[in-house]
């Protein structure tokens, strides 16, 4: 339980809640449809990427920034955080993402906030489809943030939290017309939650963890083996104090591990 007597660890959670509730206002502000013509999937892509991308700026060093149950589940599954912390991250992520549709229908006139939803199937696909959608899109978003977290890209170039972004941008682009591209069971539980609408709301938990789960284990057991034994993953995960091994470089080809806390 050291954690939990730790400023920082609360930091980072605060950090998570704070995240999260401008991410799902930002984002789902830029979907509100304010005219008669369609929705604009580019600018709507735009905004949740660009939020993504300021926020693991900003917050990246205090908490990794995550904003997502499913990606929090990521690093838990590969152990790269502790059961405890991953549990109040996923609580904070929830209920700060609640906190940021209420503001934003709050704030939005009622012609307009509609249900703020844009976790919307499309007619002519099935549940099953959808499901697999959700699947895909966060599979290949957990990918893009372990492989930019992951401190064994020595020669790496560019922004890890513009990388993210685009990442978030590219699965907006291809799931909104699907599903909306959920990708998030925080963003697709906040306006369910102000709504009261949870229609098929059961696929945006589903095809993100599912895919979450993949990503992780293909990176970690497959594309980046981390050669590591079970007694020491499930110290992590009780929280234990463990060797930082990212105190000092390692020699060529020893493992290194993901920047969970910071960026």
Not at 34 to 48: E, I, R
Not at 60 to 68: K, Q, T
Not at 72 to 91: D, I, K, N, P, W
Request: glycine share 10%; proline share 5%.
């Amino acid at each position: 339980m050291w954690e939990v007597r730790s400023p920082s660890f609360w930091r980072a959670v605060f950090a998570e809640f704070f995240a999260t509730m401008i991410y799902v206002f930002f984002g789902l502000g830029a979907s509100l449809r304010w005219g008669a013509g369609p929705l604009n999937v580019l600018q709507v892509a735009l905004a949740f990427g660009l939020a993504a991308a300021t926020l693991v700026q900003a917050l990246g060093h205090v908490s990794g920034a995550h904003l997502n149950p499913a990606v929090t589940l990521a690093f838990l599954v590969g152990a790269q955080l502790s059961l405890l912390r991953a549990l109040f991250y996923m609580l904070a992520q929830l209920l700060g993402g609640v906190a940021g549709a209420a503001v934003l229908y709050g704030v939005t006139p009622t012609a307009v906030r509609g249900n703020l939803a844009l976790n919307t199937i499309h007619p002519g696909v099935t549940l099953a489809q959808a499901t697999t959608v959700e699947v895909f899109l966060t599979l290949q978003f957990v990918l893009c943030i372990f492989a930019s977290y992951d401190e064994r890209h020595n020669g790496r170039v560019g922004s890890v939290a513009l990388a993210i972004g685009f990442s978030l941008v590219l699965g907006h682009l291809f799931g909104m017309y699907y599903t909306g591209a959920g990708m998030n069971p925080a963003r697709s539980f906040a306006p369910a939650v102000i709504t009261r609408n949870f229609s098929n709301h059961w696929v945006y938990w589903v095809g993100p963890i599912i895919g979450a789960t993949l990503g992780v284990l293909i990176y970690d057991f497959v594309f980046c083996p981390r050669l590591r034994g079970l007694a020491e993953r499930l110290a992590i995960l009780k929280g234990e104090r463990v060797a930082d091994s990212r105190a000092s470089p390692a020699p060529t080809g020893d493992p290194l591990e993901l920047k969970t806390q910071a960026l």
